[in-house]
């Protein structure tokens, strides 16, 4: 049975099968010294699933909020890789960390759906769901000085703030304000498909450098 036949009756996104090349190339060094990865947000688990079986040596632990669990779910059973567990039921706002501390953290199209509140919690709860060395990757769509970077990107913001005023495309520059609040400061800003951005931030403890 082909990879597209196993799953082909769970939920799917193209824009994950377009963007999972790039992100990987990304990650591929980011996480390279690493061994343990959260996911927030993994929503149909098809990153998930491309990032363990590429990414062999991560042990790479998916998560997301109670409504997509079954799915997702699902998807990584059938995945049957030995380094992708079960997911977690983790909702940013009120569910405990992990047991396990995070060497490694990723999140792709999760600040713009996240109320801004919500988004700042994120940030807040960082070092708490990582170890004291730690990389973080964020991908999705980004401003820069309070401009769009496209009309496209225009669009979407309007699109997500018609369903919700509280949704939209984040400015960089808040973003990486609450990152370096925690101690995660920007190493890569990469450019990647469709407007969109990979934002690669690394902690490390000051009292052990």
């Keep these: 049975m082909t990879s597209e036949n196993r799953y082909a009756d769970l939920p799917f996104s193209q824009a994950c099968e377009n963007n999972k090349a790039a992100i990987l190339t990304v990650l591929q060094q980011a996480f390279a010294d690493y061994s343990n990865v959260l996911e927030v947000g993994s929503g149909t688990g098809q990153h998930a699933v491309h990032f363990a079986e590429q990414l062999p040596h991560l042990r790479w632990q998916a998560s997301d909020q109670p409504v997509y669990l079954p799915a997702l779910t699902e998807r990584i059973r059938r995945a049957a890789l030995a380094n992708l567990p079960a997911p977690l039921q983790l909702d940013i706002c009120i569910d405990p960390k992990p047991a396990t501390a995070a060497d490694g953290l990723f999140t792709a199209n999760t600040l713009h759906i996240m109320p801004w509140p919500v988004v700042k919690h994120f940030f807040g709860r960082l070092n ?7 990389s973080l990757c964020i991908y999705g769509p980004f401003n820069y000085h309070g401009q769009f970077t496209s009309a496209s990107n225009q669009a979407f913001d309007a699109s ?21 609040q925690q101690g995660f400061y920007l190493k890569h800003d990469y450019p990647m498909p469709a407007n969109n951005r990979l934002l690669w931030f690394t902690k490390h403890n000051l009292s052990q450098s």
């Design 128 to 134: 708490e769901l990582t170890a004291a060395r730690a």
């Design 160 to 180: 997500l703030k018609s369903r919700d005023p509280a949704m939209g495309i984040r400015d960089s520059e808040q973003i990486l304000e609450l990152a370096q």
